[in-house]
């Protein structure tokens, strides 16, 4: 079974909602990474997504667009990111990591290479936001025959087809994204995001993570109550730009900005 997969029917088990961060590897500088994926730990994460920087992410918003530029002026590469995972191993053998970010750094590197190395260094699951469902069936078997789960968007525009489509590639998680738009996007309407959630569960019994508009405690809780797990990013990438001068503070930061969260999905 894999660690996404365990953390799933666990949380299932228990009548808890998945907390899922979202930092870009190398932000604000390679070095301290892996200490702010721990702090991610502590204030609760149950997977982490560790984005892969790149220089044209074009579904992201202006706060990640930012913390990728940090990230490539300082060297941060594929394989350096895959290193960072395999030193996070070293202490976290149980928390699942997922990579997110664009095809063309794995395509140039090879599907086979990249997927064995990232499954090497304890990567979980793949998320390759360019990644089309109609040019899957060539990609998402390499991911999946490495032993990794190979996760999708989902949008308000998605239509049945579509759905269905993505959920025959899927696997781990599917990941909705809750606006039409870019990451770090301000509205929010919790009952078309429980209307589209209740539409996707009837073609795939995958859980179901929410992203995208998901900033504090209260937006984490409403979500929570009709997603199996909220992905919170923008909000966290804000905080280590705030901070990137002062790098030494991130981790509690990070740690207590997560907990409140945490915290709000328990409450429910």
């Known amino acids: 079974m894999s660690r996404i997969k365990a953390v799933f029917d666990a949380l299932h088990a228990s009548g808890r909602k998945g907390l899922v961060p979202y930092i870009t590897a190398g932000d604000p500088h390679p070095q301290y990474t892996v200490g702010l994926m721990h702090a991610l730990v502590r204030g609760g994460a149950d997977v982490i997504e560790l984005g892969v920087p790149f220089s044209d992410p074009m579904a ?11 990230a490539l002026v300082h060297g941060t590469s594929l394989w350096q990111v895959l290193e960072m995972v395999a030193e996070f191993r070293r202490t976290d053998s149980a928390t699942p990591v997922v990579l997110m970010g664009y095809l063309n750094p794995i395509e140039a590197r090879g599907y086979e290479e990249f997927a064995r190395r990232a499954r090497a260094a304890g990567v979980d699951g793949v998320l390759v936001v360019d990644l089309a ?43 909705y994204v809750s606006l039409k738009g870019v990451t770090g996007a301000a509205t929010l309407d919790v009952a078309s995001v429980a209307d589209k959630l209740a539409e996707i569960r009837t073609h795939t019994r995958l859980p179901l993570a929410v992203g995208f508009g998901i900033r504090d405690a209260a937006s984490a809780a409403q979500v929570g109550r009709v997603a ?24 509690e930061l990070l740690t207590r900005q997560l907990g409140a969260l945490r915290g709000a999905l328990d409450a429910q």
């Open 60 to 70: 992201d918003g202006p706060v990640i667009q930012l913390a990728c530029e940090r």
């Open 133 to 175: 469902v109609e040019e899957a069936p060539g990609i998402a078997p390499v991911f999946r025959n490495a032993g990794l789960d190979c996760i999708f968007l989902l949008a308000p525009t998605s239509s049945g087809a579509r759905i269905r489509a993505v959920a025959e590639q899927a696997s781990g998680y599917l990941y």
């Open 228 to 251: 199996d797990a909220v992905v919170v990013g923008s909000a966290l990438v804000s905080q280590i730009e705030k901070h990137q001068n002062e790098p030494a503070v991130l981790p």
